[in-house]
């Protein structure tokens, strides 16, 4: 039987965007490709493409100097324009589910079902009680379709469209696997979004976005130390080149970082507590963090004190086979949280359907 072909993995991301292209072999799976580039500022905003030639340059850019020959390529929309939810809903076969769901659908999604791309699937069955939960996935026709295009006029062929919590969640099974039993708690924070997953066993009962991230670090940097955009960012980045280190002494960016850290920690824990509190999980056992801001110090460790579990740094490499003779290990060991939506796309293929 031939082997199956991944898919380009192609993270669109707020501040960047992100290629993966992993080669699945006896050995495993292969790291083939990464790559990663800036975006302007603002080009993408909570999830909307503001300048998409600006998208399209860095994709044919970023395609171009890896010299990829595949065009088959997973993408991933986020933000507002996303609802998950999990619903309970009378037992039924899947054939009268395929039926009903777009009229259960309209009571829990806020825009008109005609303006949405609608997906589910089935969590548990219930029969003692007649019920059954459905994760209930609805993601805004315009947005989606503003991606496609994107992705097309950059002269690849969009194969998969999933949504970054799914997807995430995808790489975890693959980077760790999942414990019965255990409720694990994967939390991104990109540039402009957080994003909670909370998963029971291997399926999702929780999600949340908060309209919080790494921009809020620079943000606060500039405002409260009175210094330019690109020095903010490059304090937050723990680096001083090209900036004045008088100017600014390292520890009043730390105190700068830790409020962040702790506004964001108390965001997460309000989100946490509530679903503790309508959840029959009785605890959470670990938190996974990812993107940009999961290298910040300080926030790992506020969660961590704040919410009373362990916080790891996600990797999605941790089952991958990475050639050293290919890859700089030190910058793939650098971009690992960044890198969560990109492997998760990459190890989707044509005609997968995804969980």
Known sequence: MARRKNALGLDIGSSSVKLVQFRESKKGIELANFSMAPLPSEAIVDGALMNSPAVVDTIQSMVSAQKLKSREVAVSVSGHSVIIKKISLPAMTPEELAESIRWEAEQYIPFDINDVYLDYETLKE?????????????????????????????????????????????????????????????????????????????????????????????????????????????????????????????????????????????????????????????????????????????????????????????DPFRNVQIDPKLFNLEYINEIRPLACVAVGLGLRYRGDKGR
């Open 126 to 314: 219930r029969p003692e009680q007649g019920q059954m939960d459905v994760l209930l996935v609805a993601a805004k026709r315009e947005i989606v379709d503003e991606y496609l295009s994107v992705v097309r006029e950059a002269g690849l062929e969009p194969v998969v469209v999933d949504v970054d919590c799914l997807t995430i969640q995808n790489a975890f099974e693959v980077a760790y696997g999942y414990s019965l039993g255990e409720t694990i708690v994967l939390i991104d924070v990109g540039a402009s979004t957080l994003n909670i997953n909370v998963l029971s066993g291997k399926a999702t009962t929780f999600t949340r976005d908060i309209s919080m991230g790494g921009n809020q670090y620079t943000e606060e940097i500039q405002k409260q130390l009175g210094v330019s955009y690109d020095e903010a960012e490059a304090y937050k980045l723990g680096g001083e080149k090209g900036v004045d280190a008088d100017s600014v002494v390292p520890h009043e960016v730390e105190r700068v970082m830790t409020q962040v850290s702790e506004s964001i920690a108390s965001e997460i824990h309000r989100s946490l507590d509530f679903y503790l509190a309508t959840s029959s999980e009785g605890r959470l056992s670990k938190i996974y963090l990812s993107g940009g801001s999961a290298k910040v110090p300080s926030l790992a460790r506020t969660i961590e004190q704040r919410v009373g579990v362990q916080v790891e740094q996600f």
